[in-house]
C-alpha cells in the first residue's frame, strides 16, 4: 500500500469549559470494523515501538496524551507524522512499513484495529517487506 493512503482523521471536539470531549464511532470516523484496540504506555526515552507492517491489518493511532512520531514507509518514500492531539488520528492501511519513536513523558499511544491479534499477520522484516513491496509494483 501506498503512503499516499495514510492520512490524518479529525474527531469530532465538544469544546466544554467543565473540560473537552471527543470520540470516534466505527463506520463513521474509522474506515473499517474495529475489532480490537490496544494501547502503549509507559515508553522510556528514546525507545522506538513498532518496526513493522501488518499484511492485513489496518489502523487508526491517536497521541490521546503526550507526543510521539509515526514514522511511515511504503518502501519508496518515508514520511513522518507528528502526533500531539488526542483529537487527530493517523490512519495507516496495511502494507505500510511504521515505528513510532520520540515518545514524550507519560505520552499514551491509543491503537483502533482491523484485525484481531495475530502474529502471523506481522512482518518484522524490513528487507522482506520491501521485496514483497517490488513484487506488487
Ligand atoms: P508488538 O505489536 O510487537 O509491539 P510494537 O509493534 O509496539 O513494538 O507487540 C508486542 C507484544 O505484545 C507481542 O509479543 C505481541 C503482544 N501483543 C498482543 O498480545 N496483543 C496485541 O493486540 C498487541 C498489539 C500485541
Given at each position: 500500500m501506498s503512503i499516499e493512503?495514510?492520512?490524518?482523521?479529525?474527531?469530532?471536539?465538544?469544546?466544554?469549559?467543565?473540560g473537552n470531549l471527543s470520540f470516534l464511532e466505527e463506520g463513521k470516523h474509522i474506515p473499517f470494523e474495529v475489532k480490537r484496540t490496544y494501547w502503549i504506555y509507559d515508553v522510556p526515552g528514546g525507545e522506538i515501538r513498532g518496526g513493522h507492517s501488518y499484511y492485513r491489518n489496518q489502523e487508526v493511532?491517536?497521541?490521546?496524551?503526550?507526543?510521539?512520531d509515526v514514522v511511515l514507509s511504503d518502501g519508496e518514500q518515508e514520511r513522518?507524522?507528528?502526533?500531539?492531539?488526542?483529537?487527530?488520528?493517523?490512519?495507516?492501511?496495511?502494507g505500510v512499513w511504521r515505528s513510532m519513536e520520540n515518545f514524550?513523558?507519560?505520552?499514551?499511544?491509543?491503537?483502533?484495529?482491523?484485525?484481531?491479534?495475530?502474529?502471523?499477520d506481522y512482518e518484522?522484516?524490513?528487507?522482506?517487506?520491501?521485496?514483497?513491496?517490488?513484487?506488487?509494483?
Open positions: 493512503n495514510c492520512k490524518i482523521i479529525e474527531f469530532p471536539k465538544i469544546l466544554d469549559e467543565r493511532i491517536i497521541a490521546l496524551s503526550g507526543s510521539f513522518r507524522f507528528s502526533l500531539n492531539r488526542s483529537y487527530y488520528g493517523l490512519y495507516v492501511p496495511n514524550s513523558t507519560n505520552s499514551l499511544a491509543f491503537v483502533v484495529a482491523s484485525e484481531f491479534y495475530n502474529e502471523s518484522r522484516n524490513y528487507q522482506k517487506f520491501k521485496n514483497a513491496q517490488v513484487v506488487r509494483l
